[in-house]
């Protein structure tokens, strides 16, 4: 996103609606929040919430779903600053929530099983590239290898960034791992090179390479290229490159699909076989995105009894640093640029759309609106790429300015909103109130008091017009106290709860509850850390025993549930599934001595079907009960003997079912 007047509302189309975000100062507080409308086409309101969240918030990035939305929000409270993510419904309530590993976000991208790919950088001076892969709970971490939750850091000396990253499909639509560009100056050319990784689909690095000269160049933006069979041949990559006098243009490139920097199939840009282009002038010329053209765009066609041939490709845009224009530049699949166009935006800022591949017709590109004072309409510009001619009816626009040489054309269209549906009263109201002759206490006038309550718990701390707000503590009658962050009355943000019995919690709060990342221990040597919702563990975390026993994985409702690990203290491990607490379901368990077991648990039993695996590398694959081989099984030996048969307690009975039943009698 670009913000030429310094606005702080930003509107994104969402299906035939609109999501408008915008930032509300709570008076009482002072704390910054995110508010988010859903508007109609017309601008009415279907919905409007405000996400408290702990902190001064500020949106990062915004990335649209089928059925609601992403944000990635900062987050500043005193000194510490949280990336966190938020998955937002159709109906504005927050999906999940979750804190990200990270120190910085740069790219989100929608994945073919629901979930999610971030890519930030993790670290201060010099920072790593850190990707997470998120599923559709939001959650990444298991404990087995799984392409639906991982995340991975790519670990080199000195700075690297990452700026998108995108999901690569095999011919059969299924994951076929990712690609993203950025920038290192590991090993460069010059300053900084523009990096290019390839991961598989567990984030495992395939290949990874730099690219540039002398200057100093970065990765922007990447593409997937494709013959006109719809085949892979390789990725097109646009950056920015800085001369030593300052001069900045766009750099592009087209490499093979394993890395290497090769001339455009069927096309040689110059007589020395220079593989890099370069688009810009003086002004300074900077990418921005790569866009794919609609398969539409390469059939063959007619226009006024006039052939024209189709032609595939992206559409590279690029902005001028010193005013408030763009260049779209067309290129086909052979890396011919068909044509350029300069575009001022006439917006107050301009959006990047979360980008797919548009309809047969058409594809939309970008967003631009003007955000006005009150009492106005709001008007909304798309930038929009036409197939031949589907503006040739417009009279008004001069044919020249329709159809550009291939016969498509790139325009904004305009589009109003309502000022009713956008007003924002509570920010009238709060304004009109600090200009009154008598401001009221708010959180700018904070005092140090005390408060006793009808039950007799007494607090000492931070007040707002007469209620605990701010850093404060909390005696109860029962022993019981609490000292951290308060919110109207409540226990809100970071805190210190203790019992009398011993027990105590530090971590998140809101609204009274444990809610967050926190950490509760047991005087008897137990500690819970992790994920807490509405006073139960809830999400990620490890519960450790006093005897140095711990799981690690998913909880529900206090209980382990989902995906786990128990490590015991001499070595031995189950991995797998958990229910209500107990392992129940498909796992692992690992014996020290090299023995393990794959299959149906039963409350941590081997109970069911599954395979038993010995250091010499016999196994056995079949029925186990009671932690037993039971009932019909195979055995094979190291050197690939087999035996089918029957056992029970562990005890081979013979090929016949019966055997087992008339053992006894012998």
Same mark, same amino acid.
């Given at each position: 996103?670009?913000?030429?007047?310094?606005?702080?509302?930003?509107?994104?189309?969402?299906?035939?609606?609109?999501?408008?975000?915008?930032?509300?100062?709570?008076?009482?507080?002072?704390?910054?929040?995110?508010?988010?409308?859903?508007?109609?086409?017309? #601008?009415?309101? %279907?919905?409007?919430?405000?996400?408290?969240?702990?902190?001064?918030?500020?949106?990062?990035?915004? !990335?649209?779903?089928?059925?609601?939305?992403?944000?990635?929000?900062?987050?500043? *409270?005193?000194?510490?600053?949280?990336?966190?993510?938020?998955?937002?419904?159709?109906?504005?309530?927050?999906?999940?929530?979750?804190?990200?590993?990270?120190?910085?976000?740069?790219?989100?991208?929608?994945?073919?099983?629901?979930?999610?790919?971030?890519?930030?950088?993790?670290?201060?001076?010099?920072?790593?590239?850190?990707?997470?892969?998120?599923?559709?709970?939001?959650?990444?971490?298991?404990?087995?290898?799984?392409?639906?939750?991982?995340?991975?850091?790519?670990? /080199?000396? #000195?700075?690297?960034?990452?700026?998108?990253?995108?999901?690569?499909?095999?011919?059969?639509?299924?994951?076929? =791992?990712?690609?993203?560009?950025?920038?290192?100056?590991?090993?460069?050319?010059?300053?900084?090179?523009? &990096?290019?990784?390839?991961?598989?689909?567990?984030?495992?690095?395939?290949?990874?390479?730099?690219?540039?000269?002398?200057?100093?160049?970065?990765?922007?933006?990447?593409?997937?290229?494709?013959?006109?069979?719809?085949?892979?041949? #390789?990725?097109?990559?646009?950056?920015?490159?800085?001369?030593?006098?300052?001069?900045?243009? %766009?750099?592009?490139?087209?490499?093979?699909?394993?890395?290497?920097?090769?001339?455009?199939?069927? &096309?040689?840009?110059?007589?020395?076989?220079?593989?890099?282009?370069?688009?810009?002038?003086?002004?300074?010329?900077?990418?921005?995105?790569?866009?794919?053209?609609?398969?539409?765009?390469?059939?063959?066609?007619?226009?006024?009894?006039?052939?024209?041939?189709?032609?595939?490709?992206?559409?590279?845009?690029?902005?001028?640093?010193?005013?408030?224009?763009?260049?779209?530049?067309? %290129? /086909?699949?052979?890396?011919?640029?068909?044509?350029?166009?300069?575009?001022?935006?006439?917006?107050?800022?301009?959006?990047?759309?979360?980008?797919?591949?548009?309809?047969?017709?058409?594809?939309?590109?970008?967003?631009?609106?003007?955000?006005?004072?009150?009492?106005?309409?709001?008007?909304?510009?798309?930038?929009?790429?036409?197939?031949?001619?589907?503006?040739?009816?417009?009279?008004?626009?001069?044919?020249?300015?329709?159809?550009?040489?291939?016969?498509?054309?790139? *325009?904004?269209?305009?589009?109003?909103?309502?000022?009713?549906?956008?007003?924002?009263?509570?920010?009238?109201?709060?304004?009109?109130?600090?200009?009154?002759?008598?401001?009221?206490?708010?959180?700018?006038?904070?005092?140090? +008091?005390?408060?006793?309550?009808?039950?007799?718990?007494?607090?000492? =701390?931070?007040?707002? %017009?007469?209620?605990?707000?701010?850093?404060?503590?909390?005696?109860?009658?029962?022993?019981?106290?609490?000292?951290?962050?308060?919110?109207?009355?409540?226990?809100?943000?970071?805190?210190?709860?203790?019992?009398?019995?011993?027990?105590?919690?530090?971590?998140?709060?809101?609204? !009274?509850?444990? !809610?967050?990342?926190?950490?509760?221990?047991?005087?008897?040597?137990?500690?819970?850390?992790?994920?807490?919702?509405?006073?139960?563990?809830?999400?990620?975390?490890?519960?450790?025993?006093?005897?140095?026993? &711990?799981?690690? +994985?998913?909880?529900?409702?206090?209980?382990?549930?989902?995906? #786990?690990?128990?490590?015991?203290?001499?070595?031995?491990? &189950?991995?797998?599934?958990?229910?209500? +607490?107990?392992?129940?379901?498909?796992?692992?368990?690992?014996?020290?001595?090299?023995?393990?077991?794959?299959?149906?648990?039963?409350?941590?039993?081997?109970?069911?079907?599954?395979?038993?695996?010995?250091?010499?590398?016999?196994?056995?694959?079949?029925?186990?009960?009671?932690?037993?081989?039971?009932?019909?099984?195979?055995?094979?030996?190291?050197?690939?003997?087999?035996?089918?048969?029957?056992?029970?307690?562990?005890?081979?009975?013979?090929?016949?079912?019966?055997?087992?039943?008339?053992?006894?009698?012998?």
């Amino acid at each position: 996103t670009l913000n030429f007047n310094n606005t702080e509302r930003f509107i994104y189309p969402a299906e035939k609606d609109y999501i408008f975000i915008s930032y509300y100062n709570d008076i009482m507080t002072g704390e910054r929040d995110i508010t988010a409308q859903k508007l109609d086409k017309d #601008g009415k309101q %279907i919905w409007k919430k405000t996400y408290n969240l702990k902190g001064d918030d500020t949106l990062k990035l915004l !990335h649209m779903l089928k059925d609601g939305f992403v944000m990635a929000v900062s987050s500043q *409270a005193a000194e510490q600053n949280v990336l966190r993510l938020l998955t937002i419904d159709n109906s504005g309530k927050i999906a999940w929530q979750k804190d990200l590993p990270l120190k910085i976000v740069n790219s989100i991208a929608s994945t073919n099983d629901g979930g999610l790919i971030v890519a930030g950088a993790t670290g201060e001076d010099n920072q790593n590239i850190r990707i997470i892969k998120l599923d559709k709970t939001g959650n990444w971490k298991s404990a087995d290898q799984n392409p639906s939750r991982w995340e991975k850091t790519y670990i /080199n000396s #000195g700075n690297q960034q990452v700026h998108q990253i995108i999901q690569m499909l095999d011919k059969d639509d299924y994951n076929d =791992g990712y690609i993203f560009t950025g920038s290192t100056d590991y090993k460069s050319n010059g300053k900084r090179d523009l &990096y290019l990784v390839r991961l598989d689909a567990y984030g495992e690095v395939n290949w990874s390479r730099n690219y540039g000269g002398q200057n100093d160049e970065q990765g922007i933006t990447v593409g997937v290229m494709v013959n006109s069979n719809e085949e892979h041949m #390789g990725y097109l990559v646009a950056g920015n490159s800085k001369t030593t006098s300052g001069e900045e243009k %766009i750099f592009l490139i087209y490499v093979d699909k394993n890395g290497w920097n090769q001339s455009w199939p069927g &096309y040689q840009i110059a007589i020395d076989g220079a593989k890099e282009r370069y688009f810009g002038d003086v002004s300074g010329l900077m990418s921005m995105a790569i866009v794919p053209v609609p398969d539409a765009f390469k059939n063959n066609r007619k226009l006024q009894g006039e052939n024209i041939k189709g032609d595939g490709g992206v559409l590279l845009i690029g902005y001028f640093l010193d005013n408030k224009n763009i260049l779209a530049i067309r %290129i /086909n699949e052979f890396g011919h640029v068909l044509w350029q166009k300069k575009l001022a935006v006439p917006g107050d800022n301009l959006i990047m759309g979360t980008l797919s591949k548009g309809d047969n017709e058409k594809q939309v590109i970008a967003y631009s609106a003007t955000y006005p004072n009150q009492g106005r309409d709001m008007a909304i510009y798309t930038l929009t790429l036409y197939l031949e001619g589907v503006l040739k009816q417009d009279k008004t626009i001069p044919k020249e300015e329709q159809l550009e040489t291939n016969y498509e054309s790139i *325009a904004w269209e305009k589009h109003s909103l309502k000022y009713e549906a956008m007003r924002d009263v509570s920010k009238e109201i709060k304004d009109l109130l600090l200009k009154q002759q008598h401001i009221p206490l708010t959180a700018g006038n904070r005092i140090k +008091g005390e408060i006793e309550w009808p039950d007799f718990s007494y607090y000492l =701390g931070n007040l707002v %017009i007469g209620k605990a707000d701010g850093e404060g503590t909390l005696f109860f009658t029962n022993g019981v106290w609490y000292k951290g962050s308060w919110k109207n009355n409540m226990f809100y943000g970071y805190g210190y709860l203790r019992f009398p019995t011993g027990e105590y919690y530090e971590g998140e709060f809101a609204e !009274h509850m444990m !809610h967050g990342s926190g950490v509760f221990k047991w005087p008897t040597g137990e500690k819970y850390a992790g994920q807490f919702l509405n006073n139960q563990r809830d999400g990620q975390g490890k519960f450790t025993w006093a005897n140095g026993t &711990y799981y690690e +994985g998913g909880f529900k409702e206090n209980e382990a549930s989902g995906m #786990g690990a128990i490590n015991w203290p001499n070595g031995e491990r &189950y991995e797998g599934q958990m229910v209500q +607490g107990k392992a129940t379901g498909q796992g692992s368990y690992y014996f020290p001595n090299g023995e393990r077991y794959r299959g149906e648990f039963k409350n941590l039993i081997f109970e069911g079907v599954g395979v038993y695996y010995w250091p010499d590398s016999s196994y056995y694959v079949g029925e186990f009960k009671q932690d037993r081989l039971n009932g019909e099984g195979y055995y094979v030996w190291p050197n690939g003997v087999i035996q089918h048969g029957y056992w029970k307690d562990d005890r081979y009975m013979g090929t016949n079912p019966n055997a087992e039943k008339t053992r006894k009698n012998w």
